[in-house]
């Protein structure tokens, strides 16, 4: 009976880790929604030192006002990305929409470089707001778009 419990407690801390939501295939220029966890791979063409970028979702932190709730201020939401090369190779960013370094962003922008070239990544948006019923249960979708400088 022991057994059962302990195969049942490491069962259940197994299907805590975060799932893995498949990767989306995109072009550069355009603009990809992306849930956390969730990666996508650029093709590029040519003759281009980096064939593939990939992009992932690593993390989303959201602390912006509840949509259900008169707030002062906007608060802020955290993006973390780890971009790199299809041979796992690169960097971890963070981006910030909102109340960010002592200013309000409704865009937030970052220069990466993979392969030797250099790329500009937009976040757009994070939806949906948080509500005060739902503010941990939501499924957080990152809008973004990866292009060529």
Do not use: H, W
Not at 18 to 42: C, H, M, R, W
């Amino acid at each position: 009976m022991k057994n059962v419990l302990i195969f049942a407690f490491v069962c259940l801390l197994l299907s805590c880790s975060k799932e893995n939501l498949g990767t989306v295939n995109a072009y550069l220029g355009q603009e990809i929604k992306l849930q956390e966890g969730q990666s996508a791979l650029y093709q590029n063409t040519g003759y281009d030192v980096a064939a593939v970028v990939k992009l992932k979702v690593e993390d989303v932190s959201d602390s912006r006002c509840p949509s259900d709730v008169v707030c002062f201020t906007y608060g802020r939401v955290e993006v973390t990305l780890a971009v790199g090369s299809g041979n796992g190779k690169g960097e971890t960013i963070t981006m910030c929409l909102g109340d960010c370094d002592g200013g309000s962003r409704f865009e937030d922008t970052a220069k990466v470089v993979v392969g030797a070239l250099p790329y500009e990544i937009r976040l757009q948006s994070v939806t949906p707001l948080p509500t005060i019923k739902d503010k941990f249960s939501q499924t957080k979708e990152v809008q973004l778009v990866l292009e060529r400088l």
